[in-house]
């Protein structure tokens, strides 16, 4: 017994607080978190009309947990903090930005006609661009099939048993061809196990050795292209005034991505796969404005 007149269940007199059935907190402080990066920018300001920046930042961020509030009740056991550390759902491990503005060498302020109709026309033209490449999010595998550990430690989940090496844990590839209804085998099932209970209470019969986030198993990378295309027209209304034409498009190239994979174990018939795809298609603003 925990203290002397204790009269509750096993279970009761196992959790960090017995007297109590439950015991709440709200931002505790008692998570912790690291993040390690190397990073490399290379600028070039303008000239001859080209500007450009590429950053590029190599990084690994590792937590307990991802947020205050969620800290208390995401965890697996609260006599083990350490078991909580592990890479985060912000982890991304490669990062890559280019941004961009190149001034068309056309025009007066240009190096190629000047003057005329065709400096009027080719003339003011502007291009630019944000173009960022980035890892995918790690992946969580977990189970909705998990047995109550709640009753057992006051914990809200239970983490599955890995049981396989990464280097069998994924039997697939990015898929070729969409499969909405079926679809398509990434994750290995026999990798993974939801944490079996004991027969009479579903009690877990051990905690699980997975981790909040897988530190290898990703989704997929993630590119994103923007493109703006502007003319500037000088007016005679007064100085510094312009006539602007723009067009500016988003996801430039029509890309649509890959959903992660399933990662719920407890769902055997869509555990590991990839179900067809997200993302908006390409879109194009086109816009005037008149600045004096």
Same mark, same amino acid.
């Given at each position: 017994?925990?203290?002397?007149? /204790? *009269? ?10 017995? +007297? ?18 190397? @990073? ?6 303008? !000239? ?6 590429? &950053?590029?930042?190599? *990084? ?7 947020? &205050? ?6 965890? @697996? ?26 001034? #068309?060498?056309?025009?007066? $302020?240009? %190096? ?23 890892? !995918? ?15 057992? =430690?006051?914990?809200? +989940?239970?983490?599955?048993?890995? #049981?396989?090496?990464?280097?069998? +844990?994924?039997?697939?590839? $990015? ?9 398509? &085998? ?25 981790? %909040?986030?897988?530190?290898? #198993? ?5 590119? *994103? ?5 502007? $003319? %500037?027209?000088?007016?005679? =209304?007064?100085?510094?005034?312009? /006539?602007?034409?723009? &067009?500016?498009?988003?996801?430039? /190239? ?20 990839? /179900? ?17």
């Amino acid at each position: 017994k925990p203290y002397a007149d /204790f *009269s509750g269940t096993v279970a009761q007199s196992l959790r960090k607080f017995p +007297q109590y059935y439950a015991v709440s907190a709200h931002r505790s402080g008692e998570a912790y978190s690291n993040y390690h990066s190397a @990073q490399v920018t290379l600028t070039k300001r303008t !000239g001859n009309g080209l500007s450009f920046l590429v &950053a590029y930042t190599w *990084s690994k961020a590792l937590a307990t947990n991802d947020d &205050a509030i969620g800290y208390v009740y995401g965890n @697996q056991s609260m006599y083990n903090r350490r078991g909580e550390y592990s890479v985060t759902g912000l982890n991304i491990p490669h990062d890559l930005k280019i941004t961009f503005i190149y001034d #068309l060498p056309f025009g007066p $302020k240009g %190096r190629w006609a000047r003057s005329g109709v065709q400096g009027a026309v080719l003339g003011g033209w502007t291009i630019s661009g944000i173009w960022r490449y980035r890892s !995918g999010s790690p992946l969580s595998i977990y189970s909705s099939a998990n047995p109550d550990i709640f009753s057992a =430690l006051g914990s809200y +989940q239970v983490y599955p048993d890995v #049981l396989l090496p990464y280097s069998q +844990q994924i039997i697939g590839s $990015k898929p070729k061809i969409s499969d909405e209804v079926n679809g398509v &085998a990434y994750l290995n099932p026999k990798a993974f196990q939801t944490v079996p209970g004991t027969p009479n209470n579903n009690v877990p019969t051990h905690l699980g050795n997975a981790s %909040r986030y897988s530190p290898n #198993l990703r989704g997929w990378m993630v590119p *994103s292209e923007s493109l703006s295309l502007i $003319k %500037r027209t000088p007016l005679k =209304l007064r100085e510094g005034s312009y /006539f602007e034409l723009r &067009a500016d498009a988003d996801n430039l /190239f029509n890309r649509a991505f890959w959903n992660n994979p399933e990662t719920d174990i407890g769902d055997a018939e869509r555990f590991g796969k990839v /179900f067809g795809k997200n993302g908006g298609g390409r879109t194009i603003q086109v816009g005037v404005r008149i600045s004096f």
